[in-house]
């Protein structure tokens, strides 16, 4: 089976960084789209940051100029390094991607576990 496995969470400081990791395995043939989410506590799951096959990227207005969304196709690892992390960071914070699990199999979706990012006030 397909699983996306998160690494990088933890607790920082504010001004402080963090790089987030996502490795899918399992079977594989390919990786479309690769997505960052994150869900705050009784707030909705938002996207942060996605990255395309061909690596153009888009970025949530509260995190642009902060984050960077970048992947390793040959790792099928997708990155979110995060600099200076604000409270309002704090989140959970999953990884999503479009998968072809075969040659012959259609494209489904598929998330992570979630990895808490935590910024003190």
């Known amino acids: 089976q397909v699983q996306l496995v998160e690494s990088g969470g933890g607790l920082v400081q504010p001004g402080e960084s963090l790089r987030l990791s996502c490795a899918a395995s399992?079977?594989?043939?390919?990786?479309?789209?690769m997505v960052w989410y994150r869900q705050a506590p009784g707030k909705q799951r938002e996207l942060v940051s996605d990255?395309?096959?061909?690596?153009?990227?888009n970025y949530a207005d509260s995190v642009r100029g902060r984050f960077t969304i970048s992947r390793d196709n040959a790792k099928n690892t997708v990155y979110l390094q995060m600099n200076s992390l604000k409270p309002e960071d704090t989140a959970v914070y999953y990884c999503?991607?479009?998968?072809?699990?075969?040659?012959?199999?259609?494209?489904?979706?598929?998330w992570g576990q979630g990895t808490q990012v935590t910024v003190p006030s």
């Open positions: 999503y991607a479009d998968i072809k699990p075969t040659k012959w199999s259609r494209i489904d979706g598929y």
């Open positions: 399992g079977s594989i043939f390919s990786i479309n789209g």
């Open positions: 990255i395309t096959s061909g690596g153009s990227t």
